[in-house]
Each structure stands twice: as structure tokens, then as C-alpha cells.
T-cell receptor
Framework: DAGVIQSPRHEVTEMGQEVTLRCKPISGHDYLFWYRQTMMRGLELLIYFNNNVPIDDSGMPEDRFSAKMPNASFSTLKIQPSEPRDSAVYFC????????????FGPGTRLTVT | EDQVTQSPEALRLQEGESSSLNCSYTVSGLRGLFWYRQDPGKGPEFLFTLYSAGEEKEKERLKATLTKKESFLHITAPKPEDSATYLCAVQGETSGSRLTFGEGTQLTVNP
């Protein structure tokens, strides 16, 4: 079975540019989570969805960040405009509602903003 | 606000040398404590769930235990393939499905 798929795996962009990260969760999973991981702050939850509906976006750092889940098999995290402090590894994870804590993580997208 | 503190930050062991990792937590009503393993360049991988003080879970050379204030991940006779970063996370009663992660312990097992 395919796990969580993320694209791109690496993204290098200049400050001010728009960045879109993509995620395909495991089929049948009804929870989807977006995390950011840095050396300084560790693994932080940005937002999560249940049945395609955003439930908790309190971790989204500011209005420059937005996330959507138009259907059960696709989600995007967009940063516009990007800043150097956004450089991090962004993970998408999915899980089943009966065990939402047992999250299956994707390989991550390493974002570098110069 | 839920908080998780892990110690030590890094640990080096010789193969076969048993040890423990610590996870201290502050949470308003613990719904669950979770251990994940993360290999370099990969996403975290779920290991264990603990729900109440006194509970223990085992998987191969790993055993997780839970008290009212902390959890331990005991590693018995580790092998080099156990080298990874081990993350602890908690879910509080007011957190919904949000997990709060600690910063992890980076374990290196030398052959």
C-alpha cells in the first residue's frame, strides 16, 4: 500500500514567492495533519482536517499560511509570500478517526527560502 | 497549554548497553501519551500509546511506561538499527485530536 505522498520533496524559492506543498493521504483515512519541523521549535502542528473540514488551525503562524482539503485524497499548504523564517521540513500525516493519534507521516517537503 | 520535555537531548550507547529515555509532561487531563520514532530524512513512525499511570507497552527491545508526570522509554540490549530520534507526544482533554510533541532524544547505538 502506498503511504502518505508529499510533493515536492525539496523546494528552494526566493523570499516573496508563493509556495504550494501537496499531500495525498492514505486512502480511507479521514484525518489529515500538517506539521512543520525545525531544529529550534521541533515538530509543530499547523492545522488538521477531519473529513475534509478544518478543525484546528491555531498553529498556523500567520495569514501568509493557508491550507485546503478539496477532497478526501488531496490537500495543499500554501505560503504567500514566503519568508526565510519559513524554511523548515513540512510533514503531512493522516490517520483513522478511531485512532487519530496513530498518525502515518509522509516523507516531508524540505523548504528553503532564500 | 500542554507541554512536553524530553531528556536527554542526545544519548550514545554501545550495542547491548541498556538505558532509558525520559518524557515529562504537563497537560490538562491526559487522554494519551504517544511515542514515535524518527529516522533521518523521514517522517515520524508511531510506536506506542499509553493511556493511564501504571500502563506498560512493549515492542521488541523497547518498553514504554507511564506515571502521572512522566513516561520512560526503556531500551534493552539495543542494536545499531535502534539509532533514531525518539519523540514523545501528549493529547490533552481540551486538545481535540491535536498532539503536542517534545523535541526528541537522538539515540545513537554504536556497534
Amino acid at each position: 500500500d502506498a503511504g502518505v505522498i508529499q510533493s515536492p520533496r525539496h523546494e528552494v524559492t526566493e523570499m516573496g514567492q508563493e509556495v504550494t506543498l501537496r499531500c495525498k493521504p492514505i486512502s480511507g483515512h479521514d484525518y489529515l495533519f500538517w506539521y512543520r519541523q525545525t531544529m529550534m521549535r521541533g515538530l509543530e502542528l499547523l492545522i488538521y482536517f477531519n473529513n475534509n473540514v478544518p478543525i484546528d488551525d491555531s498553529g498556523m503562524p500567520e495569514d501568509r499560511f493557508s491550507a485546503k482539503m478539496p477532497n478526501a485524497s488531496f490537500s495543499t499548504l500554501k505560503i504567500q509570500p514566503s519568508e526565510p523564517r519559513d524554511s523548515a521540513v513540512y510533514f503531512c500525516a493522516s490517520s483513522l478517526s478511531r485512532r487519530p493519534y496513530e498518525q502515518y507521516f509522509g516523507p516531508g517537503t524540505r523548504l528553503t527560502v532564500t | 497549554e500542554d507541554q512536553v520535555t524530553q531528556s536527554p537531548e542526545a544519548l550514545r550507547l554501545q550495542e547491548g548497553e541498556s538505558s532509558s529515555l525520559n518524557c515529562s509532561y504537563t497537560v490538562s487531563g491526559l487522554r494519551g501519551l504517544f511515542w514515535y520514532r524518527q529516522d533521518p530524512g523521514k517522517g515520524p513512525e508511531f510506536l506506542f500509546t499509553l493511556y493511564s499511570a501504571g500502563e506498560e507497552k512493549e515492542k521488541e527491545r523497547l518498553k514504554a511506561t507511564l506515571t502521572k508526570k512522566e513516561s520512560f522509554l526503556h531500551i534493552t540490549a539495543p542494536k545499531p538499527e535502534d539509532s533514531a530520534t525518539y519523540l514523545c507526544a501528549v493529547q490533552g482533554e481540551t486538545s481535540g485530536s491535536r498532539l503536542t510533541f517534545g523535541e526528541g532524544t537522538q539515540l545513537t547505538v554504536n556497534p
